[in-house]
Structures are given as C-alpha cells and as structure tokens.
C-alpha cells in the first residue's frame, strides 16, 4: 500500500524539524529505511537541555551537552542535516520554507515529523526576557554563566554595601525542576566552589532567593517529594518564597505580588526565569491550517498517532504537542519520535495507515536534583530521595548523554565539583554576559538598514541541496 503523502519521485521524503531528543531520535529510528530524510533544525547542536544548568553554573563545558548533529548522523547516509530556522509550513502543497541568514529556502515532503520543542514563556511580559534569561539554549545558559559570576566580581569591586548586597542576590523564578537545581547550585558555587576565593567580599553570603507563584516547590512531583527537596534547599541556605507573582522585572530587581495582596520590592542583578514554557510557533502554523486545537501554551492537540487532524503524513511530537497523559519531557519526545518513525516504516512496507496502533506513552519517571548527593525520583507509586535518587540521577543522564566522549568528560567533570568542590567551567567573557541586549539592537539596526535597501529583499529558492546519498 502506498504511504500517504507519497509521490512519484525515487525515495519517499522524511523531512523532520527539529535536532532536539525528538527530531534526532525520529532520525536515528529511520536508518534503515528506504526513504530520503532532511533533518531542518535552527542550531547546528543536538542539545541535552537536562545539563543546561550545569554549563550555567559551570560544571561541565557547553561541548559537552551539544554535540553537532551532523557529527552525530555522519554515519546515517540517508540523512542530510541542514541548518536554517523553519518559517512557514503549506500543508496543501506539502512544503516547508526555512531561512539561513537572509536566505529562505522552500524543502518538499512526503512525510513531515515536527519537533520544534518549546521556548521561555514570559506569560505576556517578554520584556522581562533581558534581565531574566530563561534555560532553554546554549545562549541562555552561558549568558547566565556570565551574569551570575560577573555579578561576584562586580561585588568584590563595590564600596557600596547596598550595591554590592543587590550584586550578591540571586534570584531564580519558577521553582520546577530546572528553578530547584539553579537555585542549589547557584548556591553551592557560593558556598564551596568560590569559598575563600575573593578578598573584598564572602561569597558564601549570597542570598538565593526561589520564588513561584504555586503554593509549592516541584508541585508535579508530589508533596512529600516537593517537601523534601525544600528541605534540602533551605538547608543550603535558599530562601524560598512560595505565593510569589513576579509583577515586574527591570535591570535592578524584581517586584513581586504576594498571595496577601501586598507587594515587594527585591533589589538583585541576577535573575534567572525557569517558570514558563510557549511551544514553537509552527505548532499555530499547523492548527490554522488543519483546525487542531491549541492551548494556552500553544501547544497543538495531536490526534492518538501523533499526526494533525486531516493530515496523516504529518507528525507533530515532543514538547510541542498536547496529548493527555504525555509529559513535556525528554522521554515523551524520544518514545513519539520513535513511534512515528515505526510507523513511517511499517506503511511503507505495506501496512495499512488507516489501521494505526494508537500511541502509548510508557511512563519511566522523573526526577530532579537539588544539590550534590541529593536528588527526588518518582517512578510509578515509589518516591524516593537523597543519596540513592542522587546516583540514580547521575547514572540516567550519563546513559542519555551522546557519545563516550562526553560521557567520559562528563564523569570527570563531575568528580571534580563533586568531590573536590572545583569548577572547570568559569570561564565567562563580557560578550556572553551582555549578548543578548546587544543583539537585539543589532537586530534593530539591521531591520532598518534592510527597510531602506529592497535588494536586500529575499526570494525564496527551492531546496537543491544535494540530494542525499544511498
Ligand atoms: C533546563 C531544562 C531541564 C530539563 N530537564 C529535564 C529532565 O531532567 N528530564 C526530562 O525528561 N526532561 C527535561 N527537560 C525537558 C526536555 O529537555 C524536553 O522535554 C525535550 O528536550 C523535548 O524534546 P523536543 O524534541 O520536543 O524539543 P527540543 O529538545 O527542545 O528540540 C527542539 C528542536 O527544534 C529546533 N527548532 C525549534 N524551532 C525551530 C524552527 N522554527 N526551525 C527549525 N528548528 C527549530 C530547536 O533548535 C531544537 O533543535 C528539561 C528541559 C529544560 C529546558
């Protein structure tokens, strides 16, 4: 039986967007078909968000967690990895349209897998984004490297007390899993990494501030887990504010809204924002044009085989897609992509599309560290934590780390901060602390330059990268 979506051209075309746990998984699960695929991501990297934290505090190298994806699937020979930022997707004439630098390209397919992942949601107030970074890119993550060191050396340097008290408060929105392991290692690198390291000021008075409008810290994970990674905080030195709106952020504090009504003012330089996530915006693109229904994270509803309504050759998984019971996590992404990928090959070897197996998401559990030697787990009915979850947590991410390299460095790394207390990581430069106001004036003027220039208008060409070899 035919695929649908097939044409008459040699191979069928996979086209997948997206290098994240989906998109590299749909990829690695299509090896041995006979099919043309043309993975499309934005970044050259397939990022392990789960580590982001680390390179943001320094305890393993950004290389590490982001190895390039055509390293990763040089082998693949069915599969060629182009770089560009997706822009439009037409259902009807099966074609999507990407852009590299100023370059639009228009990619046919016969076969579409979208994991275009989510971003950091602001909830209205994007301009909170240049002094709050979130965690979601490698950008974020050394940015946030920078500010929060660049923060102590600024300190060491203040006669003010009060200058350098704001210089020294850390405080870290949204108290789930990535808030709970910033704010405990936010605080560690105070307290041991950076001991003793400074002549003017005592870095282990920092203040780390987690602070959540939620009445609780990790509230997926249940009370007693959340209580117990509190605990753990508290004990490192955290504050925690729990009832706490986020009403206003500039380049001095946050303002905050308590559940009492009343409001305050925190006077800090850093600010980290893990508390919301928005989908890709091609998730919209595709409800538009096929009527599925989208949440208030923009998430589109997808029908029990991943696919969109109407449109059985098109697959959106991973973090982007809302279907109950499937979290907004890495295995959610990778067990998706993996299913799509199955069926891709089964109906081309005959199967009937039309008798799908719905998909079955297989819940493994989660977990989140707090701080070195300490760690909450949930898998199925038992919760558990401290040392065990810790090693736990340690042994699952090495295992879903790419490649034995940064497997190996990874380990090593590891050692070092937490045995020894050392960091190999600090290094931050200026550019990376301040980048993200800079490009975004830089972005201005070239909007402007290109507003007066209609050379500079783009047609868009079609995709005539080679096509892949057999
Ligand atoms: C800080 C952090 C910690 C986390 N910790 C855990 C954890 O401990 N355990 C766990 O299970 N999960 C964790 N998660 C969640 C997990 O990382 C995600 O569920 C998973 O990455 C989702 O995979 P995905 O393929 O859907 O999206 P992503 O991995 O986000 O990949 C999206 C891909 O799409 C690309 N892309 C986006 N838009 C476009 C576009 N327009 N054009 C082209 N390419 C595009 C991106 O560049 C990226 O390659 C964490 C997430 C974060 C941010």
């Keep these: ?139 974020d993550a050394l940015e946030l490297r920078g500010r929060i060191l660049g923060a102590f050396e600024q300190a060491e340097r203040s006669s003010d007390p009060e200058r350098r008290a704001k210089l020294l408060t850390f405080v870290v929105v949204g108290a789930g899993p990535t808030g709970v392991e910033m704010a405990g290692q936010i605080a560690e690198l105070a307290d041991y990494t950076l001991r003793g390291a400074f002549r003017h000021i005592d870095s282990t008075k920092a203040r780390v501030i987690l602070l959540d409008a939620a009445p609780a810290v990790l509230p997926p994970m249940g009370e007693k887990l959340g209580l117990k990674a509190a605990a753990r905080l508290e004990k490192l030195g955290v504050e925690i504010q729990l009832g706490a709106m986020v009403t206003d952020v500039d380049r001095n504090g946050i303002t905050v809204k308590r559940n009492d009504g009343s409001t305050e003012r925190i006077e800090c330089a850093t ?85 799908r197996e719905p998909f079955h998401y297989f819940d493994k559990g989660s977990m989140a560290t707090v701080s070195r030697f300490s760690a909450v787990a949930k898998v199925g009915p038992v919760e558990f934590g401290g040392f065990i979850a810790w090693l736990a947590w340690l042994f699952l991410h090495l295992i879903y780390l790419v490649g034995f390299r940064a497997r190996l460095a990874t380990t090593l790394s590891w050692i070092g901060t937490f045995v020894g207390s050392k960091r190999g990581q600090l290094t931050i430069t200026e550019q990376q602390a301040y980048a993200r106001t800079r490009i975004e004036q830089l972005e201005e003027i070239v909007a402007e330059v290109e507003g007066e220039d209609d050379e500079a208008t783009e047609t868009v060409r079609a995709d005539d990268s080679a096509t892949v070899a057999s």
Aim: with cysteine; charged share 20%; hydrophobic share 40%.
């Design 271 to 355: 600010k980290v924002w893990s508390a919301g996530v928005a989908a890709s915006r091609l998730g919209k693109i595709l409800a538009d044009q096929s009527g599925a229904e989208i949440d208030r994270a923009g998430r589109i509803r997808v029908m029990p085989d991943l696919t969109i309504p109407g449109h059985p050759n098109v697959f959106a998984v991973g973090d982007m897609a809302l279907m109950d019971g499937v979290p907004g996590q890495a295995q959610g992404a990778i067990q998706g992509a993996r299913y799509a990928a199955r069926l891709i090959k089964a109906e081309l070897a005959g199967a009937d599309p039309t008798a």
């Design 1 to 139: 039986m035919t695929h649908p979506g097939a044409t008459l051209s040699d191979k069928h075309r996979v086209v997948i967007i997206g290098s994240g746990f989906g998109g590299l998984n749909a990829a690695q699960k299509l090896k041995r078909a006979d099919v043309d695929i043309k993975l499309i991501a934005k970044t050259t990297h397939h990022l392990f968000q789960p580590l982001l934290y680390q390179v943001a505090t320094g305890i393993i190298s950004e290389g590490e967690i982001a190895p390039p994806t055509r390293v990763i699937l040089r082998n693949q020979k069915n599969c060629q990895v182009l770089l560009g930022e997706v822009t439009d997707i037409d259902l009807t004439n099966r074609t999507i349209d990407s852009l590299l630098l100023g370059h639009s390209y228009r990619t046919p397919y016969d076969t579409l897998i979208v994991a275009a992942g989510v971003g950091q949601s602001y909830f209205g107030n994007d301009h909170f984004a240049e002094w709050a970074p979130g965690m979601k890119t490698i950008d």
